[in-house]
C-alpha cells in the first residue's frame, strides 16, 4: 500500500522563480494538506484541501497557493521565491473523517539561492 | 490560539536508558487531539500515536507509554530501555476539527525534541 508520495525530492531555485511541488496521498484518502519545516524547527501548517477546496489555511502569504485534483492529488505553487523559503516541504493525507490522524510523505528538501 | 511546548530541544542516553520526552500544549477547543511523530534523517514523519481529549486513558504499545493529563495540558512520551533505532526527531502535535469540515484540520507543532541514543 503506497504511501504519500511527494515530488521532486529535491529542488534548487533562485531569488523570484516559481516553484510548484506535487503531492499523491495515501491510497484511500481524501484530503491533503502542506506544511513547511524550515531547519530545526516543528512543521508549520500551510494550508488543507479537501474536495477540491481550501478548507483552512496557516499563517502564509498569498505567494503560496495550491490545488487538489480530482484524483485527490495536490500541488504547492510558491511564486517570488525568497532565501527564507528555503525548508523541507511536507506533504500529509488523511480522511476527511479520519480516526488515524496524518499520513506524512518524505518532503521535497527546496533551496532558493 | 493553539501551542504546543517541548521543553527539551536535545536528550542524550545511552542505550537501555529509559527517556521521556516532555509536551505541554493550549487550546481552547474542547474537542483535540494530541499526537506524537517521530522524524527520523529521511525527513518523514512517522506516526506514532492519537489521543483524544476525552480519552485519558494512558498507552502502552512495547517499549513505547504515553501519558496524558488533562489538569496538566500534558502529554508525555516515555521510551523504556532505549534503542540506537530510537534516535531520531520527536514532535509532540494539537489538533482539531475545523469549520471546514475535516477531522483534524491544522495541526500544530512543538519545536521537537532531538534525541540520541548511544551504544
Known amino acids: 500500500d503506497a504511501g504519500v508520495t511527494q515530488s521532486p525530492t529535491h529542488l534548487i531555485k533562485t531569488r523570484g522563480q516559481q516553484v510548484t511541488l506535487r503531492c499523491s496521498p495515501k491510497?484511500?484518502?481524501?484530503?491533503v494538506s502542506w506544511y513547511q519545516q524550515a531547519l530545526g524547527q516543528g512543521p508549520q501548517f500551510i494550508f488543507q484541501y479537501y474536495e477540491e477546496e481550501e478548507r483552512q489555511r496557516g499563517n502564509f502569504p498569498d505567494r503560496f497557493s495550491g490545488h487538489q485534483f480530482p484524483n485527490y492529488s495536490s500541488e504547492l505553487n510558491v511564486n517570488a521565491l525568497l532565501l527564507g523559503d528555503s525548508a523541507l516541504y511536507l506533504c500529509?493525507?488523511?480522511?476527511?473523517?479520519?480516526?488515524?490522524?496524518?499520513?506524512f510523505g518524505s518532503g521535497t528538501r527546496l533551496t532558493v539561492v | 490560539a493553539q501551542k504546543v511546548t517541548q521543553a527539551q530541544t536535545e536528550i542524550s542516553v545511552v542505550e537501555k536508558e529509559d527517556v521521556t520526552l516532555d509536551c505541554v500544549y493550549e487550546?481552547?477547543?474542547?474537542?483535540?487531539?494530541l499526537f506524537w511523530y517521530k522524524q527520523p534523517p529521511s525527513g518523514e514523519l512517522v506516526f506514532l500515536i492519537r489521543?483524544?481529549?476525552?480519552?485519558?486513558q494512558n498507552e502502552i504499545s512495547g517499549r513505547y507509554s504515553w501519558n496524558f493529563q488533562k489538569s496538566t495540558s500534558s502529554f508525555n512520551f516515555t521510551i523504556t530501555a532505549s534503542q540506537v533505532v530510537d534516535s531520531a526527531v520527536y514532535f509532540c502535535?494539537?489538533?482539531?476539527?475545523?469549520?471546514?469540515?475535516?477531522?483534524?484540520?491544522?495541526?500544530?507543532f512543538g519545536q521537537g525534541t532531538i534525541l540520541t541514543v548511544h551504544p
Open positions: 500529509a493525507s488523511s480522511l476527511v473523517v479520519g480516526t488515524h490522524g496524518y499520513t
Open positions: 502535535a494539537l489538533g482539531a476539527p475545523n469549520a471546514g469540515g475535516t477531522s483534524y484540520g491544522k495541526l500544530t
Open positions: 487550546t481552547r477547543d474542547t474537542t483535540y487531539y
Open positions: 491510497s484511500g484518502h481524501d484530503t
Open positions: 489521543r483524544n481529549s476525552f480519552d485519558e
